[in-house]
Structures are given as C-alpha cells and as structure tokens.
C-alpha cells in the first residue's frame, strides 16, 4: 500500500485540529484508543514553524502515525517553507487551515478569510507541493459571511484541484468574521450536510471528508454510507474519545475487538512515567484524558481527582493510579 492509499484510508475518521487540544500528549492518547485514525495538531503559523522552537511546536511520537501538520498562513514562499520544515519532522501529511474564524486568524489574512480568495489559496497550496513530497490537503468552510456557499464551494474546490489538491475536509456551517466568537462559529450557523454531498457529486476524484455536528462513530457511519470518503471528528472525540475512536478500528477498518477504556488508561502508565521523567507534570497528559470514562459510574470522581490533584507540585503516576480506583470499585 502506498503512502497516499494509506492516508485515504486512514481519512475514512479523522480527528479534527483543535488549538489548546490536540498537541502531542492528545494525540498519542487517541492513538492508544484508535491505531487507525488519522490525526492532526493543532494549528501551527508558517513564521511560528519557520522562526520558532521547532521542537516544541512540532516534535512528535512515532507511535502518532499517522498525523497530519496543520499550518495557517497566506504567503505562498512562507508555507512551502514551512511545508518542507513539517515534512523533514516526517509529517505524513500537510494540511492549511482555511477553516479558523477567530480574530487572531484573521489578524494574520489566513484560515477562513482565505476563502475570499481562492486564487491566494491555490498559490499557497501549489507552493506547499512544490516544495516537499508529502500530501498537501485543504481545511476550509462553505462560505462565509454574506457569500452564497452554493456558488462560492464550488468555485474554490475547482481552483485548490487544479492546483494539485486531492483531499480536502469541508466543515459544512458558514464563518462569519464578525459578530460571532470562534465557540458561536462551531455552533450557530446551521450546518448544511446536502451540500457537501453535493460537492462529491460535482467531484468525484476529490477525496472528500464532511466536519461540523458529527457526535459519535454512528453518526460517521451514517455520513460514510452516503457516499462521502471521510468523517472529521472535533469536540466529541476529545470529550467523549471512546464514544467516537473506541469501536472504530473494529468497525471502519476490521482491525480487531473494540478498545476498552482500562486498557486505554494502562497503556498510557509508561508514557505517563517517561513524561515526569522527563520533568513533564502529570496535568499536561491527564487533561486531555478526562472524557475517557465518559458516562461511566465512577467517571465523576475520576475527573475530580485528576482536575484538582493533577497540577499539584509532585503529582505523578500513583495519582493517576488512584482516580482510576473510584471505576474499578464500580467494577467498570
């Protein structure tokens, strides 16, 4: 199986960039909930990869593959930098996020103003494959503001294809730049799913994923089994990961028996130790593991311990150990 089949079908659920989320700590959790998912960081800037620590901003686990780089920018020269940067780190994909309506975004003419300008957008992507070998993908909405999606979708699909862009998610809700925060973003334009199948319909060789409202592996399921190519999961799979990755491999892919949450919070132990070693503090791994017993009886005083113990000076595994007693007392 070559490189690309392998991301194609690893896009079948992907979990989606989330800022303050999904860093390196999360990611290598939802690896040990789904080992076939693809995953994706958080959003990095093109100057922050090329001028920054990029150890920091972008070191990652092996065990992560495979995982995505997504960048924000519009300067074409600064992106296929930055692309090359991602992809020396051994990226296995490079996603620009046309998708971000927060003002911090903007500031910066990049995320989901960029989809005012298709013709920037196909610059910058037609840089970014220029200058590495690893996939380039695309992030973007339906629209925003007063534009028509039905018109405008389309147009910029066309433009980022011809460019040399295969795969592209497409959160189906419209940004308004202003007048809504970033949370308002996510949830109060309405969601426009007919559209995005239409999208696939009006193009067919582009490998399509559908993000936006989607709570569960079901409601992934639903949407796979209308024709689309790919399921992108944000704030469930962070909230409720299992809910989301746990069956996954089983049931998207036929990789073996659906996870359990015990097995999840055992195999992070090592990772957890190797972390403090290090100098880490528990609270930078645990809090991204909060939801891993989601709906469970004892989940309540798990979240507890962790919340409050957590960021403690000397916090370390036996108190993990010790939020996980409450579950196994109610034999979870």
């Known amino acids: 199986m070559t490189t690309s089949d392998a991301l194609t079908r690893a896009a079948r659920l ?15 959790f939802h690896r040990q909930i789904s080992s076939q998912a693809l995953l994706y960081t958080e959003m990095v800037t093109a100057p922050a990869v090329i001028h920054g620590d990029r150890e920091r901003l972008l070191g990652f686990d092996a065990a992560e593959h495979p995982v995505a780089l997504q960048l924000g920018g519009s300067d074409p020269e600064e992106l296929g930098a930055a692309a090359r940067i991602g992809a020396d780190f051994g990226y296995d994909e490079i996603n620009l ?8 975004v903007q500031s ?5 103003v960029l989809m005012k300008t298709p013709d ?8 970014m494959i220029a200058a590495q070998p690893v996939e380039v993908t695309v992030k973007c909405r339906i629209g925003v503001d007063d534009q028509d999606p039905q018109e405008v979708l389309p147009a910029f699909l066309e433009k980022i294809a011809a460019a040399g862009v295969t795969r592209v998610t497409i959160h189906a809700r419209k940004a308004w730049l202003q007048g809504l925060s970033p949370k308002d973003n996510r949830e109060i334009p309405p969601l426009d799913y007919p559209l995005v199948h239409a999208m696939k319909a009006a193009f067919p060789q582009l490998h399509i994923s559908i993000n936006g409202g989607i709570a569960d592996l079901a409601g992934a399921e639903a949407e796979l089994a209308q024709g689309l190519d790919g399921v992108m999961v944000g704030r469930a799979a962070y909230h409720q990961p299992m809910e989301v990755l746990g069956a996954a491999d089983a049931r998207l892919w036929g990789q073996g028996a659906p996870r359990d949450a015990f097995e999840v919070a055992e195999a992070m132990i090592p990772y957890i130790a190797d972390h403090l070693a290090k100098g880490g503090r528990l609270h930078q791994i645990t809090r991204h593991m909060l939801g891993l017993f989601h709906g469970k009886p004892g989940a309540r005083r798990y979240r507890q311990i962790l919340s409050e113990g957590a960021t403690r000076d000397g916090a370390g595994v036996e ?5 996980l007693s409450p579950l196994r007392e109610r034999g979870n």
């Open 97 to 104: 996020n046309c998708g971000c309506p927060s003002d911090r």
């Open 120 to 127: 920037l957008v196909a610059d910058c992507v037609a840089a």
């Open 14 to 28: 992907s979990v989606a960039p989330m800022m303050d989320w999904t860093d390196r700590h999360c990611r290598y």
């Open 319 to 323: 108190l993990f150990e010790s939020a």
């Open 108 to 112: 910066g003419a990049f995320g989901a």
